[in-house]
């Protein structure tokens, strides 16, 4: 089995494609908001769209089912407006399968938390399905997360705060360069590995079960 290995974003990353959610928009200042600042490619879901214009933003592709977009920027951007009206999946979803339609592969997504929690908790989980068919990282106010299957390498720096979720509990899961390691059951619940800490400048997990990995930014 193939190791991927996880860089740690920082401002002078440049994403080969952002998909900005209708969540907290990137705040001046922050990694989101350099990342979103340092790619070409930004695909709005719907009332994002509004938020991105607003801070002089110019979307590829503004995508969803149109609940929350205003009429001023869907009739400025009527061109670039795909309009899906399923409600089966959420315009997280909508705009990650246009990117695979695409051929657009290597993804950050922004903009996927704060407002609702059950809008973040949901957009949060869906990585582990979106990590099966793309290179994808959603980044927040105040980290990274990445989600692996099998076995991944993370860049870190000594005493970086790290996460780890398992989406199917007491499933085998191993890490190395974390403080904390897991029992030999694997982790009893999804939450049971959070609140690590990293040893050194990278750390493994392998896991036989999808897992969520979250890398929190050093305070700036």
Same mark, same amino acid.
């Given at each position: 089995m193939n190791s991927q290995y996880f860089p740690m974003p920082d401002d002078t990353t440049r994403p080969e494609t952002v998909i900005l959610a209708n969540g907290e928009y990137p705040a001046d200042g922050?990694?989101?908001a350099a990342l979103l600042q340092n790619t070409t490619r930004v695909i709005c879901c719907d009332g994002a769209a509004d938020s991105f214009v607003r801070h002089g933003g110019r979307p590829t592709v503004i995508i969803g089912d149109g609940d929350s977009l205003s009429r001023d920027t869907l009739q400025q951007f009527a061109d670039i407006t795909v309009h899906v009206a399923e409600q089966d999946t959420n315009d997280l979803s909508k +705009?990650?399968?246009h990117c695979m339609s695409k051929g657009w592969h290597t993804i950050t997504i922004l903009g996927a938390t704060g407002k609702r929690e059950d809008h973040t908790i949901g957009n949060i989980s869906l990585l582990a399905d979106y990590a099966l068919q793309a290179d994808v990282q959603m980044v927040t106010q105040t980290?990274?997360?990445n +989600?692996?299957?099998g076995r991944a390498s993370f860049e870190c720096r000594r005493g970086q705060q790290v996460s780890i979720f398992s989406m199917t509990p007491c499933s085998p899961i191993h890490f190395n360069g974390l403080r904390y390691l897991p029992p030999q059951e694997g982790l009893r619940s999804w939450w049971s590995g959070t609140l690590n800490e990293a040893e050194g400048e990278t750390f493994?997990?392998?896991?036989e079960s999808p897992a969520l990995v979250f890398r929190a930014f050093e305070r700036k």
């Open positions: 922050s990694t989101a +705009a990650f399968r980290g990274v997360f +989600a692996v299957h493994t997990i392998e896991s």
